[in-house]
């Protein structure tokens, strides 16, 4: 047997693994999709106050601190008993709304954006963000630079912090808005709003207008039919910050609705003998394998799913984006073409900017009643967020005393592990044929079908490298290299 | 400007996070040094040093070789980052290059320490063994390093 390994080991964040192998023949035969493991959080936090999660769990990963944050206040908002007022759920997602934005924006420039706009064929050199800038202007150059700038601001002035929010108490926030804040957050907000219809207007015409690009998206290299999980509101509607979880079959057939606190009885986790990572499955179906269909219970949760789930989006410019995007498709809902996904971060990146904007100009928002303070203690909390890869779930068991007993923390991207899995194979298989030499656009094909997930490949880890960004190494069935890539930058 | 790079929760991950605060600690009433923590590369890296003259990076590094050593290194050193290889961002050499399009002022000069890591998957708040002998050694180079080079005036950031 062959092995094909892409083996990103890189920059100053995580890496992750793809191993593929192929058959006596050069066919694919498997492919798995492998990150570190990190070990021992559960015991790291046993024994500790709860109301210290906030502040441990946001510092489990630099890029989304404030998802990991928010899922774990609103747990403790259930562990202390505390409701919070509404002004701070408002403060809450607010600043939430800003770490999307950003997030998203950041995605679709740096990481999403150049396999379409520099193209997937185009040298690893002119495949980033600088490739993007010199086809769609200096001034997107720019433009993404002051929306991380004035985000992060927000985030900083609701959260108290730049990168790791304190805002966050049981039952609350710490700190309100004044009137002066409110101004500025407003402005930034009308800007985002004003950046995320520029970003949608990019990818209709760079990439939805391009027939090859057009083709690639629609194409069933990266099409899987599986159950969508999303959270939305009492109507059925995309939200981010609260509401309940919902999943639809692959027809869009609501299959379950629940609150996080109810994830154990829907969700159970598949082990396999290759990884130490877990493979989430639904409950009530069960673990088929790694499979298509209504009967596999294999589930994602992304921006692409959370879009399949909602009957509609709240504001109103996202919701005609909302209704262009099904009618693209032929009027099908849900779609399961996975590279939809990265114009579906879109769609939530103006939902979040037109959302910050309400939230912003909300009489409420600067009201001084943020905080209710606890008065017991329950001994269980799950708080739940849409993190921007998946839907986030934090719970939380402690003694009488406030003390941690047991954490269990499902993050976004572990929700997708089976489907980045199965993408991955099944590009792998789509792309590579018997005696053909494995290319390096046809690798970066095959790593589209992750990326596309934004995985977080390693919630944490900062090491610099130590290797080449990517090595191919194809392998006879007696396990001699008979063949090594690498990609140099 | 200094920057630990890292994350305090993992390990010998924390082992710029710990040299920045000593640094800090022993730069006191050093105004033109500004010495920050921060947990993210890429963009945000690049966001941090805007402003700044000179950038100096400490992290972990895992390279495969003996834990705790010390190597020195440019941004040539690093493998060129490419939208493949970063999990949510650009990587430094392409950051500092689109911050710099942009109009943003940064380092001319970016130098990295990196420890030579045991562990950076365990959770935990302490340093192996190796790579907490390490740290003195990192603070030393990096003082003798900066009374060697010639103070610069510090800029407003240009954001």
């Known amino acids: ?178 009137e002066a804040e409110r101004a500025e957050i407003e402005e930034a907000a009308r800007r985002n709003v004003e950046f995320a219809q520029f970003s949608l207007q990019v990818f209709e015409r760079v990439v939805w207008r391009n027939p090859v690009h057009r083709e690639m998206v629609e194409s069933g290299v990266y099409c899987h039919r599986t159950y969508s999980m999303g959270t939305v509101d009492a109507q059925n509607r995309l939200n981010l910050y609260d509401g309940e979880i919902r999943i639809v079959d692959p027809e869009g057939l609501e299959f379950a609705r629940f609150p996080a606190s109810q994830y154990l009885d829907h969700v159970a986790e598949h082990v396999e003998p290759w990884t130490y990572l877990k493979f989430p499955f639904l409950k009530k179906i069960g673990w088929k394998g790694f499979q298509d269909g209504a009967a596999s219970g294999v589930y994602a949760a992304t921006p692409l799913t959370r879009l399949n789930v909602s009957a509609g989006l709240s504001t109103s410019l996202a919701q005609c984006e909302f209704e262009k995007f099904y009618a693209a498709f032929g009027g099908r809902k849900p779609v399961h073409q996975r590279l939809a996904t990265h114009w579906a971060r879109l769609i939530e990146m103006l939902y979040a900017a037109e959302r910050m904007l309400a939230l912003a100009t909300d009489p409420e928002i600067t009201s001084p009643e943020v905080r209710a303070i606890p008065q017991r203690i329950r001994g269980t909390g799950v708080g739940s967020v849409e993190a921007p890869r998946g839907t986030l779930i934090h719970h939380y068991e402690s003694d009488e005393k406030g ?34 030499v494995v290319e390096e656009g046809v690798l970066n094909r095959i790593e589209m079908a992750f990326r596309l997930y934004d995985p977080c490949l390693s919630c944490a880890t900062h090491a610099l490298p130590g290797s080449m960004p990517l090595v ?18 | 400007m200094i920057i630990g790079l890292g994350n305090p929760l993992l390990a010998d991950d924390g082992v710029g996070l710990r040299i920045a605060a000593e640094l800090r600690r022993r730069l006191r009433g050093r105004s033109e040094v500004t010495i920050i923590e921060l947990y993210s590369g890429g963009m945000w890296l690049m966001e941090a040093m805007a402003g700044h003259e000179r950038a100096i990076v400490i992290d972990a590094m895992a390279g495969g070789g003996v834990a705790g050593a010390i190597h020195q290194l440019g941004l040539g050193d690093l493998p060129q980052t490419r939208t493949a290889d970063s999990t949510h961002d650009a990587g430094l050499p392409v950051a500092l290059e689109l911050g710099r399009a942009a109009g943003l002022q940064v380092p001319g000069e970016v130098q990295i320490w990196a420890v030579e890591a045991a562990d950076v998957e365990t959770f935990s708040e302490r340093l192996t063994p190796a790579v907490e002998r390490a740290v003195p050694q990192v603070v030393e180079r990096v003082l003798k390093d900066l009374d060697a080079t010639p103070p610069v005036q510090p800029r407003r950031k240009s954001q």
């Not at chain 1, 999403?112 to 200096?138: C, H, K, M, Q, W």
């Not at chain 1, 499902?410 to 018997?434: P, Q, Y």
């Not at chain 1, 191919?472 to 140099?488: C, D, K, S, W």
């Open chain 1, 1 to 178: 047997m062959k092995r094909v390994s892409i083996n990103p080991i890189t920059r100053l964040e995580g890496h992750g693994k793809i191993d593929i192998f192929l058959d006596e023949r050069g066919n694919v035969a498997n492919a798995s999709f492998q990150v570190p493991e990190l070990r021992g959080f559960e015991q790291f936090c046993r024994g500790r106050q709860a109301e210290d999660m906030p502040a441990i769990t946001s510092r489990i990963c630099g890029v989304c601190p404030e998802a990991h944050h928010l899922a774990s206040v609103k747990a403790l908002d259930q562990l202390f008993a505390a409701e919070p007022p509404p002004a701070a759920k408002k403060i809450r997602e607010l600043l939430y709304m800003a770490f999307f934005v950003t997030d998203h924006t950041t995605h679709f420039y740096a990481l999403g954006g150049p396999d379409f706009i520099a193209g997937p064929d185009a040298p690893p050199s002119e495949r980033n963000i600088l490739g993007v800038v010199r086809r769609v202007g200096l001034a997107a150059g720019k433009a993404v630079i002051e929306c991380r700038a004035r985000n992060h601001r927000v985030i900083q002035m609701l959260g108290g912090r730049g990168i790791h929010p304190t805002a966050g108490l049981p039952g609350g926030w710490s700190k309100s808005v004044s």
């Open chain 1, 403 to 436: 003390l941690l007993r047991r954490v269990n923390l499902i993050a976004g991207t572990t929700n997708n592990h089976a489907a980045i899995a199965m993408s991955v194979r099944k590009a792998a298989e789509c792309l590579i044929r018997a005696g053909k």
């Open chain 1, 472 to 489: 191919v190494r194809v392998r006879n069935h007696a396990g001699e290299t008979i063949r090594t890539l690498r990609r140099e930058g």
